[in-house]
């Protein structure tokens, strides 16, 4: 079957530092891949994605690259910021018998600090 | 504005009630997903729909159900069998069961039991 698997948390960075969240995936076809991010108390907000090998997903400048040959989409970040603090879910979404379902990590809190 | 409305936000539940929560999208998404997370986990997914009035059990079924009577509407009923309600629920909906078609998520409903 179809897994995620993410670092644990937290993670604590000081402001403007370089974020490495990683995350890594086991898939039977060719998944496509995640990042959600949850404010506390809220739902979930999709952050980027990549749906083939070697694409790279980026959005309010965080990045990952679609990794085949390591199974990985590791997120990253070159200057995190106070407001970045937030719950961090990679995820999967492989066309099965079930159609399009997504696989989550168990996620990863960030926290920024001033 | 588009979007998914989860209702209520917060929701109390008494041993031995069936509470119904209420989630509507007007995405025009055919897919629809009701997702639990549990503190500090994952999302699980405990029912889809893939178009309407069809629906399929998720992961974690038991002890739930829906119905898909518009594309529209994906209400989850937690039931009495249900032995754990107490977790934060979350609506999604996607344009198909296409893999690699983006899942949008509402903001989620809170359910303790008391």
């Known amino acids: 079957g179809n897994s995620v698997t993410q670092m644990e948390g937290p993670v604590t960075l000081s402001e403007e530092a370089f974020l490495t969240i990683n995350c890594t995936y086991t898939a039977t076809g060719y998944p496509s891949l995640f990042w959600y991010v949850q404010y506390p108390g809220e739902g979930l907000q999709l952050l980027l994605k990549?749906?083939?090998?070697?694409d790279k997903g980026s959005n309010k400048g965080f990045e990952a690259t679609y990794r085949k040959e390591t199974t990985s989409f590791h997120l990253e970040k070159g200057s995190v910021q106070v407001s970045d603090s937030a719950v961090y879910f990679c995820?999967?979404?492989?066309?099965?018998?079930?159609?399009?379902?997504?696989?989550f990590g168990g996620g990863t809190r960030l926290m920024v600090k001033p | 504005d588009g979007g998914i409305t989860q209702s209520p936000k917060y929701l109390f539940r008494k041993e031995g009630q069936n509470v119904t929560l209420s989630c509507e999208q007007n995405?025009?998404?055919?897919?629809m997903y009701w997702y639990r997370q549990d503190p500090g986990q994952g999302l699980r997914l405990i029912y889809y729909?893939?178009?309407?009035?069809?629906?399929q059990k998720g992961d974690i079924a038991e002890g739930y159900s829906v119905s898909r009577e518009k594309k529209e509407s994906f209400p989850l009923t937690v039931t009495s069998a249900q032995k754990n309600p107490t977790a934060f629920y979350l609506c999604?909906?996607?344009?198909?069961?296409?893999?690699?078609?983006?899942?949008?998520f509402g903001e989620g409903s809170w359910l303790t039991v008391v």
């Open positions: 990549a749906t083939k090998a070697d």
């Open positions: 729909s893939q178009i309407v009035n069809d629906f």
């Open positions: 995820a999967l979404s492989d066309l099965g018998n079930a159609g399009n379902m997504l696989t």
């Open positions: 995405l025009n998404h055919d897919a």
């Open positions: 999604a909906s996607s344009t198909s069961a296409a893999s690699g078609n983006t899942i949008y």
